[in-house]
């Protein structure tokens, strides 16, 4: 069963690190860094892949707000914790919080509608956007290899290729609780906030 899910995630792992940073991503850009350690791909091609999706995802919430500014979708995510604030950082320091908006968890769906609902220009938000999911990919693709290196120092030999699949998974799914755990205390602050 293992040799199947090490099979799985050496074809299948960079496009699951690309498909989830589409997202919110932090967990698939960490989990591609320990993989990349575990020379289950190589660092670069899961920082490339994070910062794909990281831009990917961006564009398309900005194109969303920008062009379907009164879909049903649109008007749901306007209504979220946190939309207000982000509209205001946006037009108050629109560089700024397009290069620092994915690192606040939870703001970047709202964040992305937001800008695209902002008078900031087309071709600046997808410069700015680049150059933040580049710098994003590369910290949390970094996390990742060193959370491989310390895991590694930890184990010692018992870290064979079958433990190390089960140890990333264990951090994926230690991340994952850890965000949605801070994305909740984020939104009930906000919400208690905003009323």
């Given at each position: 069963m293992t040799d199947t899910i090490h099979h799985f995630i050496e074809q299948y792992g960079l496009l699951a690190v690309l498909v989830g940073c589409i997202a919110e991503g932090e967990s698939a850009a960490i989990l591609g860094g320990f993989f990349a350690h575990q020379h289950v791909f190589v660092l670069w091609h899961a920082v490339l892949a994070a910062a794909l999706g990281a831009f990917v995802g961006d564009i398309f919430f900005f194109i969303l707000g920008r062009?379907?500014?009164?879909?049903?979708?649109?008007?749901?995510?306007?209504?979220?914790?946190?939309?207000?604030?982000?509209f205001h950082l946006l037009n108050t320091h629109p560089d700024i919080f397009v290069l620092s908006n994915r690192y606040i968890y939870g703001m970047r769906l709202v964040g992305g509608i937001a800008a695209g609902l902002s008078n900031i220009a087309a071709p600046r938000f997808v410069i700015l956007n680049a150059l933040s999911s580049a710098i994003w990919a590369v910290l949390f693709?970094?996390?990742?290899?060193?959370?491989?290196?310390?895991?590694?120092?930890?184990?010692?030999?018992?870290?064979?290729?079958?433990?190390?699949?089960?140890?990333?998974?264990?951090?994926?799914?230690?991340?994952?609780?850890?965000?949605?755990?801070?994305?909740?205390?984020?939104?009930?602050?906000?919400?208690?906030?905003?009323?």
């Open positions: 062009r379907f500014a009164d879909h049903r979708y649109v008007v749901r995510l306007r209504k979220r914790p946190g939309f207000r604030r982000a693709g970094t996390i990742g290899y060193v959370f491989g290196l310390g895991a590694e120092h930890f184990i010692g030999q018992a870290f064979m290729r079958h433990e190390r699949l089960l140890v990333g998974l264990g951090i994926g799914l230690t991340v994952t609780v850890l965000a949605w755990l801070v994305a909740r205390h984020i939104a009930r602050k906000e919400g208690a906030r905003e009323s």
